[in-house]
């Protein structure tokens, strides 16, 4: 399940985002690795407790809450606390790999990899190459996006970021902890939803729009885990 989410962050957010990344200072990206993905990463990061990500990691957090599309692709439980990456230069790319299951917060909570998400913060006609590539089971999918932009898919597949050969790509990435663990039942919930959404914007609330409501809310009751 590969979702899109337009403007995620908005031409006000994204230039609050330029401007501090415009002074950020970048670190070897490895060190969040694990020991297979360390061997095919090579990109940079922001320290992910320094100023700069936390002011940056207000800005996505607040975007996400605001955004019902997200919440409908995801049902989130936990996020963990965005990060931010760039590629370019000599540090311009990130082989297969798998993303961790587990991640511990700042004060060591668990939260498990059930959905990963980009969020593209560079203009892509800034870049050659970057494209997250990920694996499907009809065939690859190349995701590259205008900035503001975010990608949700599932964070089992295993999934690369092609070279970047001119300019710079720069994203945020991170992981969500879903209420509904299964990717085949988000799925589903997603679908409804989406249906719901336009059965109402066409005709109005109704009988049918009512019992179908209750068929979503029931299923997500029965699958939920809060």
Known sequence: MLIRIPALLDAERLA???AVLATATW???SGSAGP????VKNNQQLAPRGPAARELQAIVLD???RN???FSAALPKKIFPPMFNRYGGDANH???HVDGAVRYGDHGERIRGDIS???FLADPAGYDGGELVIADTLGDRRVKWPAGDAVLYPATTVHRVEPVTRGVRVASFFWIESMVRSTEQRRLLFDTDLALMRLRERHGESDETVTLTGTYH???RLWADT
């Open 16 to 18: 609050q985002a330029r």
């Open 27 to 29: 670190e070897d990206g």
């Open 36 to 39: 297979q993905a360390r061997t």
């Open 63 to 65: 975007a996400l809450q």
């Open 68 to 70: 019902p599309l997200f």
């Open 94 to 96: 990130y082989g297969d």
């Open 117 to 119: 998400c980009t969020v």
């Open 218 to 220: 029931n299923l997500l």
